[in-house]
């Protein structure tokens, strides 16, 4: 005869079997989701300032006013809690090919948040570049 231990394992066992199912299904299913996020950036202004910053001479700050138009609500669906959604600045300088900084961020925790429409947006963390110049 069965005793507790064997019927609590064979339970435990049928339940991870219909775990892994569930989760191999949603693993198959996710990828064929549809999604169209489009999102719109024009830049109005960028002013480039320069100044001596903790004595190491003249630097360059830059400061960029830009206009973001997004629509990212077909991201959201059952398998999405939340986005993390950046405005990212690339530039090439004689010394780095690739230099990146963030203008913008902001965390989306629902579908109404995803339609975004900000106007004269100011960059949220500084614009500087690891050398003295963006030239």
């Known amino acids: 005869m069965y005793n507790l231990l064997q019927r609590a394992n ?16 949603i693993a198959i299913v996710t990828p064929f989701l549809p999604s169209s996020p489009s999102a719109q950036i024009n830049v109005k202004d960028i002013q480039v300032i320069s100044y001596d ?20 609500t077909s991201l959201f669906n059952w398998n999405t809690k939340q986005l993390f959604v950046s405005v990212v600045a690339e530039y090439e300088t004689n010394s780095h090919d690739i230099n990146q900084v963030v203008l913008w961020d902001s965390i989306i925790q629902s579908k109404e948040e995803a339609l975004i429409k900000v106007s004269d947006l100011h960059n949220e963390y500084n614009f500087v570049d690891i050398t003295t110049s963006f030239r």
């Open 10 to 25: 064979a339970i435990f066992a049928f339940a991870m079997t219909v775990t892994f199912g569930v989760l191999g299904a």
């Open 53 to 72: 910053y903790m004595g190491r001479g003249d630097s360059e700050f830059a400061f960029v006013k830009l206009n973001l138009d997004a629509d990212l």
